[in-house]
C-alpha cells in the first residue's frame, strides 16, 4: 500500500511540475517571467493574425517579441544573481553547511535564468520565423 503512493507521488502531471518550480524558484522573479511568456504567446497569435491580414504593425510586433524576450532573460539572471548573493549572505551567518543544503540553494537559484531562457529562445524563434516570413512575402 505504501509503494503505491509512493509510485503516485511520483507520477505528477506536468502543470503540477510546472507550478511546484515556479514557487520554488521565488514568485517575484518566477511570476513576471510567466506574464511575460504569456505577452510572447499572446504576442506569436498576433503575428500569425496580423500575417493574414497583413497589418502595418507587424514589424513593431516583432520588436517587441525581441524586447520582450531580452528583458524575459535578463531579469531571469537578475533573479540568479540575487539569490546567490542571498545564499552567500546565509552561508556566512551559519558558517559550516552540508553540500546538500549548498546544492539545493544552488538549484534555486537556477530556476529563474532558465525559465528565462526558455521564453527568451521562444520569442526569438517566433522573430526569426516572422522575419523569414516577412521576407519571403515580399
Same mark, same amino acid.
Given at each position: 500500500?505504501?509503494?503505491?503512493?509512493?509510485?503516485?507521488?511520483?507520477? /505528477?502531471?506536468?502543470?503540477?511540475?510546472? &507550478?511546484?518550480?515556479?514557487?520554488?524558484?521565488?514568485?517575484?522573479?518566477?511570476? @513576471?517571467?510567466?506574464?511575460?511568456?504569456?505577452?510572447?504567446? &499572446?504576442?506569436?497569435?498576433?503575428?500569425?493574425?496580423?500575417?493574414?491580414?497583413?497589418?502595418?504593425? &507587424?514589424?513593431?510586433?516583432?520588436?517587441?517579441?525581441?524586447?520582450? !524576450?531580452?528583458?524575459?532573460?535578463?531579469?531571469?539572471?537578475?533573479?540568479?544573481?540575487?539569490?546567490?548573493?542571498?545564499?552567500?549572505?546565509?552561508?556566512?551567518?551559519?558558517?559550516?553547511?552540508?553540500? @546538500?543544503?549548498?546544492?539545493? !540553494?544552488?538549484?534555486?537559484?537556477?530556476? @529563474? @535564468?532558465?525559465?528565462?531562457?526558455?521564453?527568451?529562445?521562444?520569442? /526569438?524563434?517566433?522573430?526569426?520565423? &516572422?522575419?523569414?516570413?516577412?521576407?519571403?512575402?515580399?
Amino acid at each position: 500500500m505504501i509503494s503505491l503512493f509512493l509510485l503516485q507521488a511520483e507520477n /505528477r502531471s506536468f502543470f503540477t511540475t510546472f &507550478f511546484a518550480r515556479l514557487q520554488e524558484g521565488g514568485m517575484f522573479f518566477m511570476f @513576471p517571467i510567466l506574464l511575460m511568456l504569456l505577452l510572447v504567446l &499572446f504576442l506569436i497569435v498576433r503575428g500569425l493574425i496580423s500575417l493574414r491580414n497583413e497589418q502595418k504593425g &507587424f514589424q513593431k510586433n516583432i520588436q517587441l517579441l525581441n524586447s520582450i !524576450g531580452l528583458l524575459t532573460l535578463v531579469w531571469g539572471m537578475l533573479g540568479q544573481l540575487i539569490g546567490i548573493v542571498g545564499m552567500f549572505d546565509q552561508l556566512e551567518e551559519i558558517g559550516n553547511i552540508s553540500t @546538500p543544503i549548498f546544492a539545493g !540553494g544552488l538549484k534555486v537559484s537556477a530556476l @529563474p @535564468p532558465i525559465f528565462g531562457f526558455l521564453v527568451f529562445i521562444i520569442s /526569438r524563434v517566433a522573430s526569426i520565423i &516572422f522575419t523569414w516570413i516577412a521576407k519571403e512575402s515580399e
